[in-house]
């Protein structure tokens, strides 16, 4: 397994943007998809966004595209989320996930990611 460390999370007002950071450690990403979840309270953990770190394909939950962006930097082996016109229904924490390095595409079941970050908060006020 890899593991992997985020950070960039805070707090931020309606509109405003945040970017995140995923940055494995042990091992690289290889040809595991990389995904980005959130969990807000009371609520189940979801998918966000995601990518193939191979093939650097993406896919991004309904709710979010055009606003957030995934990306990658095979240097230092980090995966950002860069999130703009947040919301506050956006305030969860948010974690980044990697496995799955069977699939062709990005799986959006948390149950394929077998590596997980700590988790970072996400804060939107209005």
């Known amino acids: 397994q890899v593991q992997l460390v985020e950070s960039g999370g805070g707090s931020v007002q309606a509109g405003g943007s945040v970017r995140l950071s995923c940055t494995a450690s042990g091992r690289t990403f290889d040809y595991n998809a990389v995904g980005w979840f959130r969990q807000a309270p009371g609520k189940e953990r979801e998918f966000v966004a995601g990518?193939?770190?191979?093939?650097?394909?993406?896919y991004y939950t309904d709710s979010v595209k055009g606003r957030f962006t995934i990306s990658r930097d095979g240097a230092k082996n980090t995966v950002y989320l860069q999130m703009n016109s947040l919301k506050p229904e956006d305030t969860a924490v948010y974690y980044c996930?990697?496995?799955?390095?069977?699939?062709?595409?990005?799986?959006?079941?948390?149950?394929?990611?077998?590596?997980w970050g700590q988790g970072t908060q996400v804060t939107v006020s209005s």
């Open positions: 996930a990697s496995g799955a390095p069977w699939s062709t595409m990005v799986p959006t079941s948390a149950r394929v990611y077998d590596s």
């Open positions: 990518l193939k770190w191979s093939a650097d394909s993406t």
